[in-house]
């Protein structure tokens, strides 16, 4: 490709050790409430995903940030169930190089890698939907 065409790469985003503190923070707490009967074990797991929601729209918000201020387009993004998010990013390859160096960018990778992720979870919520019998 011709030095500054455009490219599209899959960007693996991870949380700050902040963000990582508050979530171990709040899952202890969670344990202990659960352990003293204070609370059910589907109340603590929907608190810890809600926070854990919060957490990576936080998390996506920031990059897509990070990403438009360097000049990169944020085309999408995705978070598989019990990981981190990922975005689909496209820009100038100096961009990207530069997005790399964002610290809650832990690595790019092609962009067939984001598409797969999505179409793994368009067919997980098909058999969901899908009926028995």
């Known amino acids: 490709m011709a030095p500054g065409s455009e490219r599209r790469a899959t960007a693996f985003l991870q949380r700050s050790e902040d963000a990582q503190a508050e979530l171990r923070t709040q899952n202890q707490q969670l344990r202990q409430e659960l352990q003293n009967g204070s609370i059910s074990r589907q109340e603590a797991g929907q608190q810890l995903s809600e926070l854990r929601g919060e957490l990576n729209d936080e998390l996506v918000d920031s990059a897509t940030t990070e990403a438009e201020s360097l000049g990169l387009t944020v085309e999408d993004s995705i978070t598989p169930p019990s990981?981190?998010?990922?975005?689909?990013?496209?820009?100038?390859?100096?961009?990207?190089?530069?997005?790399?160096?964002?610290?809650?960018?832990?690595?790019?990778?092609?962009?067939?890698q984001f598409e797969e992720l999505q179409q793994q979870?368009?067919?997980?919520?098909?058999?969901?939907?899908?009926p028995t019998g």
């Open 83 to 112: 990981g981190s998010p990922l975005l689909l990013v496209s820009g100038s390859e100096s961009a990207l190089l530069d997005y790399m160096n964002v610290d809650m960018v832990t690595g790019l990778t092609s962009p067939d």
């Open 121 to 130: 979870r368009a067919q997980a919520a098909n058999q969901t939907t899908q």
